[in-house]
């Protein structure tokens, strides 16, 4: 049963990363779309992303609950171990932020592109092409599941756990803001042009 959830929730983490690895490099494409046909397609990807990262979520959280639970036969570890409440908390705190801030944006996206009309460029469609929160995000949702298959993968104390974490946000922020900068500098070269 051990081995089977185990099974399980590596076949969450495969599902996640290959979900929001999609997810990064959509949201990259949406920024340099050069027609409203291309938003139209690349948004067509995000509702599979949703669909796989609601069930590899369960897995993940679900077995790795059980893992844990169960560890007393396998080698002891406590419930209050760094590396198990960190990755509890920031895979808890990543389900928020996708229900929440990222489902938005998508929503967001998707109104403006499904009320738009084919001429190119638009203001508004544009100022949501261009919008800075989604890439914060998504570039703070890759970097942090990198940063828990470390935490998992080595099972540090809390001041290690944490400091990954912090340093995978840090670089995640300042990875989305060069992004951003760059992205924006060359549509306003392209729209004046
Ligand atoms: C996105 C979040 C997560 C990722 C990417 C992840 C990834 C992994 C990986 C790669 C392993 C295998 C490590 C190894 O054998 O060296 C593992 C094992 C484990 N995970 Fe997670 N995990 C995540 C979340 C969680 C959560 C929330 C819990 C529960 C609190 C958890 C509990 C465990 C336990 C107990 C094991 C040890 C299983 C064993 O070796 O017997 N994981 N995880």
Same mark, same amino acid.
């Given at each position: 049963?051990?081995?089977?959830?185990? $099974?399980? /929730?590596?076949?969450? +983490? +495969? %599902?996640?990363?290959?979900?929001?690895?999609?997810?990064? =490099?959509?949201?990259? *494409?949406?920024?340099?779309?050069?027609?409203?046909?291309?938003? *139209?397609? =690349?948004?067509?990807?995000?509702?599979?992303?949703?669909? +796989?990262?609601?069930?590899?979520?369960?897995?993940?959280?679900?077995?790795?609950?059980?893992?844990? @639970?169960?560890?007393?036969?396998?080698?002891?570890?406590?419930?209050?171990?760094?590396?198990?409440?960190?990755?509890?908390?920031?895979?808890? %705190?990543?389900? +928020?932020?996708?229900?929440?801030?990222?489902? @938005?944006?998508?929503? *967001? =996206? /998707?109104?403006?592109?499904?009320?738009?009309?084919?001429?190119?460029?638009?203001?508004?469609? *544009?100022?949501?092409?261009?919008?800075?929160?989604?890439?914060?995000?998504? $570039?703070?949702?890759?970097? =942090?599941?990198?940063?828990?298959? $470390?935490?998992?993968?080595?099972?540090?104390? $809390?001041?290690?756990?944490?400091?990954?974490?912090?340093?995978?946000?840090?670089? @995640?922020?300042?990875?989305?803001?060069?992004?951003?900068? @760059?992205?924006?500098?060359?549509?306003?070269?392209?729209?004046?042009?």
């Amino acid at each position: 049963m051990y081995n089977a959830a185990l $099974f399980l /929730h590596l076949l969450g +983490v +495969v %599902l996640l990363v290959g979900a929001v690895t999609t997810s990064l =490099l959509t949201t990259l *494409r949406v920024q340099t779309a050069g027609s409203v046909a291309q938003l *139209r397609s =690349l948004t067509a990807v995000t509702k599979w992303i949703e669909a +796989v990262i609601a069930p590899a979520m369960v897995l993940i959280i679900g077995c790795g609950i059980y893992l844990v @639970s169960q560890r007393d036969d396998h080698g002891s570890v406590p419930w209050n171990a760094g590396w198990v409440v960190v990755s509890l908390v920031i895979t808890l %705190l990543l389900v +928020v932020i996708g229900v929440t801030v990222e489902a @938005s944006d998508a929503k *967001r =996206l /998707h109104t403006a592109i499904a009320n738009a009309t084919d001429e190119w460029p638009q203001a508004d469609l *544009r100022a949501v092409q261009l919008a800075s929160r989604p890439v914060y995000v998504v $570039f703070f949702g890759t970097s =942090l599941v990198v940063a828990l298959l $470390f935490v998992m993968t080595n099972r540090p104390g $809390f001041v290690v756990a944490i400091a990954a974490c912090v340093i995978a946000a840090v670089a @995640s922020a300042i990875a989305a803001t060069i992004r951003i900068r @760059s992205v924006r500098r060359a549509a306003l070269v392209s729209d004046i042009g």
